[in-house]
């Protein structure tokens, strides 16, 4: 039934081979054999003798919780064998957080009290400003790890579509900037402290789409977020030296 319940997946991208075995990577020409009247079987990979995608008999909110937990294995399965399209929606959703959480902390910092309709205007257009800077910081962060890559392994980045499929993995694992929101809601001592492991937790997931996605090491998806850390904090600087409240 868990099977049934996922449906059957584009028998175009089947027969491109863009499914992915989740162990080992390699392009496999389905996920299961429907042999009908219900009686579904896994495929095994010809490459690693394991099945295919184990996950699609799974329920999603055990996929969910190795994603957290940022298993290869779960992140191949979203990225490869599902057809997920809301990165998206998620990272403007995203950004809408970390915009709202810069607001509050800049509105805490203001000594304005006066209702008056222009103060109220000057905040509606701060929060304007810090979607619009949050998008940048994004954008300069992203451009760091393209660039990155494609100095180090051009060979990895040779088609739109390559680049498309990097780009996504890197929007969807952004998803724990929606942590952002709990942690101002229940604000507390130790929210700073939380906010640096949602920072830390969000470029662990980063570094595990690139390698999952370019099927690399460890090292060189934290030599590119490092340097996309660089070029956002140049980016921050910059709007610093131009008196902006970041």
Same mark, same amino acid.
């Given at each position: 039934? &868990?099977?049934t319940?996922?449906? $059957?997946? #584009?028998?175009a991208?089947? &027969?491109?081979g863009? *499914? ?7 392009e ?6 429907? /042999? ?10 010809? #490459?690693?003798? +394991? ?6 008999e799974?329920?999603? $909110?055990i996929?969910?919780i190795n &994603?957290v937990l940022?298993k290869?294995? &779960?992140y191949?399965?979203? @990225?490869f064998?599902?057809k997920?399209?809301?990165?998206? +929606?998620?990272?403007?959703f995203? !950004?809408?957080? %970390?915009a /709202?959480?810069r607001w ?5 910092s ?13 905040k %509606?257009w701060d929060? /304007?400003?810090?979607f619009?800077?949050?998008? @940048?910081?994004q954008? #300069?962060?992203?451009?760091?790890i393209?660039?990155t890559?494609r100095?180090m392994r051009?060979?990895? !980045? +040779? ?5 498309i499929?990097l780009l ?5 694992s952004? *998803?724990?900037k929606l942590?952002?929101?709990p942690? $101002?809601?229940?604000?507390?001592? *130790?929210?700073p402290?939380?906010? $640096?492991f949602? +920072?830390?937790?969000? @470029?662990?997931?980063n570094?595990?789409a690139?390698?999952?996605t !370019? =099927?690399?090491?460890?090292m ?11 070029? %956002? =904090?140049g980016?921050?600087?910059?709007f610093?030296?131009m008196g902006?409240?970041?």
């Amino acid at each position: 039934e &868990a099977l049934t319940g996922r449906g $059957v997946l #584009s028998g175009a991208m089947a &027969a491109l081979g863009a *499914y992915r075995c989740i162990e080992c990577s390699r392009e496999a020409a389905e996920l299961y054999r429907d /042999y009908r009247r219900g009686v579904l079987r896994i495929s095994i990979c010809k #490459s690693c003798q +394991k099945p295919v995608d184990k996950y699609i008999e799974y329920d999603p $909110v055990i996929i969910l919780i190795n &994603a957290v937990l940022c298993k290869a294995q &779960a992140y191949r399965h979203i @990225l490869f064998n599902t057809k997920i399209n809301i990165h998206g +929606k998620l990272c403007i959703f995203c !950004l809408l957080c %970390e915009a /709202y959480l810069r607001w509050l902390q800049l509105q805490d910092s203001s000594q304005h009290t006066d209702p008056d309709d222009l103060i109220r205007y000057a905040k %509606e257009w701060d929060f /304007y400003r810090m979607f619009g800077i949050a998008s @940048l910081e994004q954008t #300069s962060f992203l451009f760091g790890i393209f660039i990155t890559l494609r100095w180090m392994r051009p060979e990895m !980045l +040779k088609t739109k579509s390559d680049f498309i499929l990097l780009l996504k993995a890197l929007l969807l694992s952004t *998803y724990g900037k929606l942590l952002l929101i709990p942690a $101002v809601i229940w604000e507390h001592d *130790y929210t700073p402290l939380c906010l $640096v492991f949602i +920072k830390v937790f969000v @470029l662990i997931s980063n570094s595990q789409a690139i390698r999952v996605t !370019l =099927n690399l090491n460890r090292m060189l998806p934290w030599l590119a977020i490092i340097f996309g850390l660089i070029l %956002e =904090n140049g980016v921050v600087c910059l709007f610093q030296k131009m008196g902006w409240d970041v």
